[in-house]
């Protein structure tokens, strides 16, 4: 069984610039979720899909934006690049979320690098 | 603010030894917990998981152990291997969020 997918896997990109990242879930996962991991820095929470909808955002200003298809996969957009956005990006999906908000487990795709410069 | 934080950013064992990793987390209405594992260049790996209402639970070769009272989470890797080497974050979420709330990792250095 395929695991979570992310491309591009590295991405270069100028301050200004916008930059689109894409996920492709577990099989039968309907819930993608994202993550910025900066250097020095732990895993931050960015966004949550499920359905198509998004469900929570983290603390990122509007520039990070996010939309789910509905095939389950996912895009991460960032407008407006600055430096410090350069960071491994990661995508995660899950099943989706039990009755009772029970948090199922989330499966990680290998990152997109982004680099800006 | 939420926060998981680990008191150990880097330990090293001798290949063969028993490794435990702690992690403290400050979010009382948490009752999920992972622990991940990450090799460089790499997504972070699901190693084990524990809910609020255990207190251990063990898997192969790993075992986590949950004390709510002091809001403390340990991994315990037996005979630790190079394999092993990898930074390891603890995360917690709660509730309908969703969100995972990580720790800021602890390298493991498995010396031979």
């Known amino acids: 069984e395929a695991g979570v997918t992310q491309s591009p896997t590295h991405l270069i990109k100028t301050r200004g610039q916008q930059a689109t990242l894409r996920c492709s879930p577990i099989?039968?996962?309907?819930?993608v979720y994202w993550y910025q991991q900066a250097l020095g820095l732990g895993l931050q929470f960015l966004l949550w899909?499920?359905?198509?909808?998004?469900?929570n955002r983290g603390n990122f200003p509007p520039r990070f934006s996010g939309r789910q298809f509905p095939n389950y996969s996912s895009e991460l957009n960032v407008n407006a690049l600055e430096l410090e956005d350069s960071a491994l990006y990661l995508c995660?999906?899950?099943?989706?979320?039990?009755?009772?908000?029970?948090?199922?487990?989330?499966?990680f795709g290998p990152g997109t690098r982004l680099t800006v410069l | 603010g939420e926060s998981v934080g680990l008191h150990l950013p880097t330990l090293s064992v001798q290949e063969g030894d028993n490794s435990i990793i702690n992690c403290a987390y400050s979010?009382?209405?948490?009752?999920?917990f992972i622990w991940y594992k990450q090799e460089s260049g790499k997504g972070p790996q699901f190693i084990i998981d524990?809910?609020?209402?255990?207190d251990k639970r063990q898997g192969q070769r790993v075992t986590v152990l949950l004390n709510k009272t002091v809001k403390h989470l340990s991994l315990q890797i037996a005979a630790t291997q190079p394999g092993d080497s990898a930074v390891y974050f603890c995360?917690?979420?709660?509730?309908?969020?969703?969100?995972?709330?990580f720790g800021t990792g602890t390298l493991l250095a498995v010396q031979p």
């Open positions: 099989s039968g996962h309907t819930s």
């Open positions: 995660a999906s899950s099943l989706r979320s039990l009755a009772g908000g029970i948090t199922d487990t989330q499966y």
């Open positions: 995360a917690e979420t709660g509730g309908a969020t969703n969100k995972l709330i």
């Open positions: 524990i809910r609020s209402n255990m």
């Open positions: 899909y499920d359905e198509g909808e998004e469900r």
């Open positions: 979010n009382s209405a948490s009752d999920y």
